[in-house]
């Protein structure tokens, strides 16, 4: 009888990680007796408050269950249709939510170049022309990623200066935080200090990408911004039924510290991939290695061979640039294993060749 092999490791995502033990004990815990529905619920007063504590007491804080949902029903609180968010040209909600922004909200997207994941005023203030035209789409929000899609990280004063730029010229600025805990890791912060302490309005408040099975929230730290958001959340279908399930996800993650070290050990073996990597010769980092994602170029005749053990993604077929991504069960031997299994491909290749 044909036996399916056993799943393995990849660096393809944090998504591809499983369930951190502790999130999944907590949704167990919660597994109990009926509770009212539709968050109505011990677990999600629990969760809320808890959020409420890392990022800011007057927070107003909505569970959902999806990334992308959480970018869009974030961004169709700031924006109307005529108007436009300003971001990154490498941000997700640009490339990679299949225009769902754009679809569901009918706002345009206005990119800015960002060849290391980040953007600055200098960038922002290209797109603030024509304000008051008629014929031309109004900015009217910016958006960021905390880690930014290139795992480089805003520092607390990056985000302050865009922020104040963005409310001197009525602006409101978003931040996708699908990594924001290894960006606070990374610069051994609190959670406050890089979105309410530095003026973030509104906040995609992901753990999905740090072990959880499917938990998201959306976040606002401008008041206004909620008015109306339950409605809108139903209408987005992110209201959760049986809502203590991802409250008990949150709950755990944000207990004992479980958030900081897991991105802090998903953070240590992205740094240690980097330097095995950094010793091979044919083999050259792309980006600064600041939260859990690793850029290098790699030989293209190698690729897929190593893809075919270790998944992991092509960011850019041009320049044969990778992207690895390490997670929370990342192990130390799992790195030395792929980069012995990298130098000697490619040592294998060089043989060829000469």
Same mark, same amino acid.
């Given at each position: 009888?044909? +036996?399916?092999?056993?799943?393995?490791?990849?660096?393809?995502?944090?998504?591809?990680?499983?369930?951190?033990?502790?999130?999944?004990? *907590?949704?167990?815990?919660? @597994?109990?007796?009926?509770?009212?529905?539709?968050?109505?619920?011990?677990?999600?007063?629990?969760?809320?408050?808890?959020?409420?504590?890392?990022?800011?007491?007057?927070?107003?804080?909505?569970?959902?269950?999806?990334?992308?949902?959480? @970018?869009?029903?974030?961004?169709?609180?700031?924006?109307?249709?005529?108007?436009?968010?300003?971001? *990154?040209?490498?941000?997700?909600?640009?490339?990679?939510?299949?225009?769902?922004?754009?679809?569901?909200?009918?706002?345009?997207?206005?990119?800015?170049?960002?060849?290391?994941?980040?953007?600055?005023?200098?960038?922002?203030?290209?797109?603030?022309?024509?304000?008051?035209?008629?014929?031309?789409? +109004?900015?009217? *929000?910016?958006?960021?990623?905390?880690?930014?899609?290139?795992?480089?990280?805003?520092?607390?004063?990056?985000?302050?200066?865009?922020?104040?730029?963005?409310?001197?010229?009525?602006?409101?600025?978003?931040?996708?935080?699908?990594?924001?805990?290894?960006?606070?890791?990374?610069?051994?912060?609190?959670?406050?200090?890089?979105?309410?302490?530095?003026?973030?309005?509104?906040?995609?408040?992901?753990?999905?990408?740090?072990?959880?099975?499917?938990?998201?929230?959306?976040?606002?730290?401008?008041?206004?911004?909620? @008015?109306?958001?339950?409605?809108?959340?139903?209408?987005?279908?992110?209201?959760?039924?049986?809502?203590?399930?991802?409250?008990?996800?949150?709950?755990?993650?944000?207990?004992?510290?479980?958030?900081?070290?897991?991105?802090?050990?998903?953070?240590?073996? *992205?740094?240690?991939?980097?330097?095995?990597?950094?010793?091979?010769?044919?083999?050259?980092?792309?980006?600064?290695?600041?939260?859990?994602?690793?850029?290098?170029?790699?030989?293209?005749?190698?690729?897929p061979a190593l893809q075919a053990q270790w998944p992991f993604h092509v960011w850019n077929?041009?320049?044969?640039e990778v992207r690895l991504i390490t997670s929370f069960d990342t192990t130390a031997e799992?790195?030395?294993?792929?980069?012995?299994?990298?130098?000697?491909?490619?040592?294998?290749?060089?043989k060829q060749w000469t």
């Amino acid at each position: 009888m044909r +036996q399916e092999k056993k799943p393995g490791r990849a660096f393809a995502s944090d998504n591809w990680a499983g369930v951190h033990p502790e999130v999944l004990a *907590a949704m167990s815990a919660a @597994n109990v007796g009926h509770v009212p529905a539709y968050g109505d619920d011990p677990y999600t007063r629990e969760a809320e408050d808890r959020i409420r504590a890392a990022l800011g007491e007057d927070a107003e804080v909505f569970l959902v269950f999806s990334g992308t949902a959480a @970018n869009v029903l974030c961004l169709n609180s700031m924006v109307q249709s005529h108007q436009g968010v300003i971001c *990154a040209e490498t941000a997700h909600v640009y490339t990679s939510e299949c225009a769902a922004a754009e679809k569901h909200i009918g706002c345009k997207l206005l990119t800015v170049p960002s060849p290391n994941g980040k953007i600055t005023v200098a960038g922002i203030r290209e797109h603030l022309h024509d304000i008051g035209n008629e014929h031309h789409v +109004q900015p009217r *929000a910016i958006s960021i990623t905390q880690a930014t899609e290139y795992g480089t990280v805003y520092a607390p004063q990056e985000i302050r200066v865009i922020a104040d730029y963005a409310h001197t010229h009525s602006l409101l600025l978003h931040m996708d935080g699908a990594r924001i805990f290894n960006a606070a890791a990374y610069l051994d912060v609190p959670l406050t200090a890089i979105t309410s302490g530095s003026g973030v309005d509104a906040l995609s408040f992901g753990g999905t990408k740090n072990g959880l099975v499917a938990g998201e929230a959306v976040v606002f730290f401008k008041q206004v911004l909620a @008015n109306d958001f339950e409605f809108k959340r139903m209408q987005g279908m992110q209201l959760a039924s049986k809502m203590r399930f991802i409250a008990a996800q949150f709950n755990a993650l944000l207990s004992d510290d479980l958030w900081k070290r897991s991105a802090m050990h998903a953070n240590k073996m *992205a740094r240690l991939m980097a330097a095995e990597l950094g010793s091979i010769a044919s083999v050259h980092l792309t980006q600064q290695v600041e939260a859990n994602e690793v850029f290098a170029t790699f030989p293209p005749a190698v690729i897929p061979a190593l893809q075919a053990q270790w998944p992991f993604h092509v960011w850019n077929e041009k320049t044969s640039e990778v992207r690895l991504i390490t997670s929370f069960d990342t192990t130390a031997e799992d790195v030395a294993v792929f980069a012995e299994m990298v130098r000697q491909m490619i040592g294998a290749k060089e043989k060829q060749w000469t």
